[in-house]
């Protein structure tokens, strides 16, 4: 950032101009409107800035500039095309701390005047730091039209109930939050549609019945399977409000990156078999953050209601009468499948998909297979590398074909992501050779060979066998 934006208030202190035609004009009708006396110096003065000068109060000099001019000033504005005069008045405006702008010589201001949308009083102020004075003023016109009048008018009302709505909600993220809902609501379409007086009321209104409790709330939110660009707005949104994030392994750092800068992240880790925080304290800790008042986001990979435990952490918060709010996230077998090149279905090959879990339990899985071995459709085992073996066994055993195709997807949609392809017959050996890292997801089904005739738009530069 090359510039600090402030806002400064000039009201009866005096400004110098120098320079007396319509630039130096425009910039002292700027200075006016927010209340300074103007001293205009120029050996040429226009009718108007004379005008407009006496209007504030001021004094006109029509003859050359001296340094005298500086004293007592507090900002100067050098809008004449003398270049040396130009730099003389920077100098010696420089050399006292007073600030100073020369028009359009961005190397010689120590302040810069940013393009203004005035609805005072709420003004918006853009600049392109002195490096495109016109881009910024095209994008004050864009922004000019998508900020109705109306914003002035609430700002001043929002300023006048601010110091009950303080006295009422000491606690200040739940008076941010008041705030949010009251910018979001009736109250403002009132104000846009003109009619102050019955926002005023309904404000009020609000402020009396407003609980002065921070109440918190939690947000289930689904991360995705890896990508970052997988996330949903709504994921994105509530990870910039939350003020204590918990996430597991799934969710990568770039993720856990993307929210709020000073948000409390806690890791709540879950390996295979590994768990670094038990369910039932992660569902507690949800409880007891909320009930401060907290706005907890829990990240989880994927969707948190496929083979996320998500029901259950919700579960609790309802008992609690906590609020919450649930996101789904693309889930691995969407997100690994579509960066794959497999199509989950296809209307010759699988008619239906099915999502199952691998997981071993005491090194067998309970798992209805003779359904799983019908032809025409696709079987996506989650949590199943390490039994990956059984599940080839048993398909076969049940009658699906040895040489039905199977993929393993590694860290999918990640950088990492990894393909290997084999049949229902040479898989476990083909990963016996490899070295491959978890996570990992298997699709079983003929839909695995399309990826021969699809794969070649894939862009994570995977490694095929
Ligand atoms: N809720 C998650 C699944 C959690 S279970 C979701 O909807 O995706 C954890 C399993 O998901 C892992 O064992 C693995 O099988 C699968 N998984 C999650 N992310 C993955 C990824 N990026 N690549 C491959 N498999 C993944």
Same mark, same amino acid.
């Given at each position: 950032?090359?510039y600090?934006?402030?806002?400064?208030?000039?009201?009866?202190?005096?400004?110098?101009? =120098?320079? !007396?035609?319509?630039?130096?004009?425009?910039?002292?009708?700027?200075?006016?409107?927010?209340? %300074?006396t103007?001293? +205009?110096?120029?050996?040429?003065?226009?009718?108007?800035?004379?005008?407009?000068?006496?209007e504030?109060?001021?004094?006109?000099?029509?003859?050359?500039?001296?340094?005298?001019?500086?004293?007592?000033?507090?900002?100067?504005? %050098?809008?004449?095309?003398?270049? @040396?005069l130009?730099?003389?008045v &920077?100098?010696?405006? @420089?050399a006292?701390?007073?600030?100073?702008?020369? +028009?359009?010589?961005?190397?010689?201001?120590?302040?810069?005047?940013?393009?203004?949308?005035?609805?005072?009083?709420l003004? =918006?102020?853009?600049?392109?730091?002195?490096r495109?004075?016109?881009?910024?003023?095209?994008?004050?016109?864009?922004?000019? &039209?998508t900020?109705?009048?109306?914003?002035?008018?609430?700002?001043?009302?929002? !300023?006048?109930?601010?110091?009950?709505?303080? %006295?009422?909600?000491?606690?200040?993220?739940?008076?941010?939050?008041f705030?949010?809902? =009251?910018? @979001? !609501?009736?109250?403002?379409?009132?104000?846009?549609?003109?009619?102050?007086?019955?926002?005023?009321?309904?404000?009020?209104?609000?402020?009396?019945?407003?609980k002065?409790?921070?109440r918190?709330?939690?947000?289930?939110?689904?991360?995705?399977?890896?990508?970052?660009d997988?996330?949903?707005?709504? %994921?994105?949104?509530?990870?910039?409000?939350?003020?204590?994030v918990?996430?597991?392994?799934?969710?990568?750092?770039?993720?856990?990156?993307?929210?709020?800068?000073?948000?409390?992240?806690?890791?709540?880790?879950?390996?295979?078999?590994?768990? &670094?925080?038990?369910?039932?304290?992660?569902?507690?800790?949800?409880?007891?953050?909320?009930?401060?008042?907290?706005?907890?986001?829990?990240?989880?990979?994927?969707?948190?209601?496929?083979?996320?435990r998500?029901?259950?952490?919700i579960?609790?918060?309802?008992?609690?009468?906590?609020?919450? @709010? +649930?996101?789904?996230?693309?889930t691995?077998?969407?997100?690994?499948?579509?960066?794959?090149?497999?199509?989950?279905?296809?209307?010759?090959?699988?008619?239906? +998909?099915?999502?199952?879990?691998?997981?071993?339990?005491?090194?067998?899985?309970?798992?209805?297979?003779a359904?799983?071995?019908?032809?025409?459709?696709?079987?996506?085992?989650?949590?199943?590398?390490l039994?990956?073996?059984?599940?080839?066994?048993?398909?076969?055993?049940?009658?699906?074909?040895?040489?039905?195709?199977?993929?393993?997807?590694?860290?999918g949609?990640?950088?990492?992501?990894?393909?290997?392809? !084999?049949?229902?017959?040479?898989?476990?050996?083909?990963?016996?050779?490899?070295?491959?890292?978890?996570?990992?997801?298997?699709?079983?089904?003929?839909v =695995?060979?399309l990826?021969?005739?699809?794969?070649?738009?894939?862009?994570?530069?995977?490694?095929?066998?």
């Amino acid at each position: 950032m090359d510039y600090l934006p402030l806002f400064t208030r000039i009201n009866s202190k005096t400004c110098l101009l =120098v320079g !007396g035609g319509t630039v130096a004009l425009r910039k002292a009708g700027a200075l006016a409107r927010a209340g %300074a006396t103007l001293r +205009v110096v120029a050996p040429a003065i226009s009718e108007e800035l004379k005008a407009l000068c006496g209007e504030t109060g001021g004094e006109i000099a029509e003859r050359e500039y001296t340094d005298t001019d500086l004293d007592g000033v507090m900002l100067v504005i %050098a809008a004449t095309d003398n270049e @040396q005069l130009n730099q003389r008045v &920077s100098a010696s405006a @420089q050399a006292r701390n007073i600030l100073v702008n020369v +028009v359009d010589q961005p190397e010689l201001c120590s302040v810069i005047l940013p393009s203004i949308i005035d609805r005072s009083p709420l003004i =918006v102020a853009v600049s392109s730091g002195g490096r495109s004075p016109v881009l910024a003023r095209l994008l004050r016109a864009k922004l000019e &039209s998508t900020i109705p009048a109306g914003y002035g008018r609430l700002a001043d009302l929002l !300023g006048q109930f601010r110091d009950k709505v303080r %006295a009422r909600i000491p606690d200040f993220d739940r008076r941010r939050d008041f705030w949010e809902q =009251v910018l @979001q !609501g009736p109250i403002a379409e009132l104000v846009f549609a003109g009619r102050r007086d019955a926002a005023a009321a309904m404000l009020e209104d609000e402020i009396g019945t407003a609980k002065p409790d921070p109440r918190g709330e939690v947000y289930l939110v689904g991360a995705g399977p890896g990508d970052p660009d997988l996330l949903t707005f709504k %994921a994105l949104r509530l990870m910039q409000k939350a003020d204590v994030v918990l996430y597991d392994r799934l969710v990568a750092n770039e993720i856990v990156d993307l929210c709020r800068k000073d948000a409390e992240k806690i890791y709540v880790g879950k390996a295979r078999s590994r768990h &670094s925080m038990p369910q039932d304290d992660i569902n507690q800790l949800l409880i007891t953050l909320a009930r401060q008042g907290k706005r907890v986001l829990r990240l989880k990979g994927g969707d948190p209601f496929i083979f996320g435990r998500g029901g259950e952490e919700i579960a609790g918060l309802a008992d609690e009468k906590i609020p919450f @709010q +649930v996101v789904p996230g693309i889930t691995a077998a969407a997100g690994c499948a579509s960066y794959s090149g497999i199509p989950l279905t296809h209307r010759d090959y699988a008619q239906s +998909v099915r999502f199952v879990t691998g997981h071993l339990k005491d090194g067998s899985m309970n798992l209805p297979w003779a359904e799983l071995v019908h032809t025409q459709q696709t079987i996506v085992f989650y949590m199943g590398l390490l039994g990956l073996p059984v599940i080839c066994r048993e398909m076969i055993a049940h009658g699906r074909s040895a040489d039905t195709p199977i993929a393993l997807i590694q860290q999918g949609t990640t950088p990492n992501h990894r393909v290997l392809v !084999g049949t229902l017959e040479s898989m476990p050996g083909i990963i016996e050779r490899e070295s491959v890292a978890a996570p990992t997801l298997i699709i079983v089904g003929e839909v =695995v060979k399309l990826r021969e005739q699809l794969a070649w738009f894939e862009n994570l530069s995977p490694q095929t066998l």
